[in-house]
Nanobody, 125 residues
């Protein structure tokens, strides 16, 4: 599957952005979808994920209550709505897809099989 992320940009602290990730292929609904991010000089970290069929979301602690992940299987697209953005949310956000990933492994970047090119989010303080 090929992933194309979009929607990044420059936003003031407290503002919102919605990221989108369009996936190719006919099997989108069989993949767990996720978002990771990488800030300058830091390791890539898990942001959120959503299960294949019932759309169960999982969030990193910093994303809980501010970010919402959703998916539209008819459009082969996963979204990340980010509200109340903070300076420390700045980074490159990557869309990812994986098959048969257990919830205990979502935060591990090595279990995800497919990655998009990333979209840059810059939050000004």
């Amino acid at each position: 599957v090929q992933l194309q992320a979009s929607g990044g940009g420059l936003v003031q602290a407290g503002g919102s952005l919605r990221l989108s990730c369009a996936a190719s292929g006919r099997t989108f609904s069989t993949y767990v979808m996720g978002w990771f991010r990488q800030a300058p000089g830091k390791e890539r970290e898990f942001v959120a994920s959503i299960t294949e069929s019932n759309g169960m979301p999982y969030y990193a602690d910093f994303a809980q209550g501010r970010f919402t992940i959703s998916r539209d299987n008819a459009k082969n697209t996963v979204y990340l709505q980010m509200n109340s953005l903070k300076f420390e949310d700045t980074g490159v956000y990557y869309c990812t897809a994986g098959a048969q990933i257990g919830s205990m492994s979502y935060m591990r970047s090595d279990v995800w099989g497919y990655w998009g090119q990333g979209t840059l989010v810059t939050v000004s303080s």
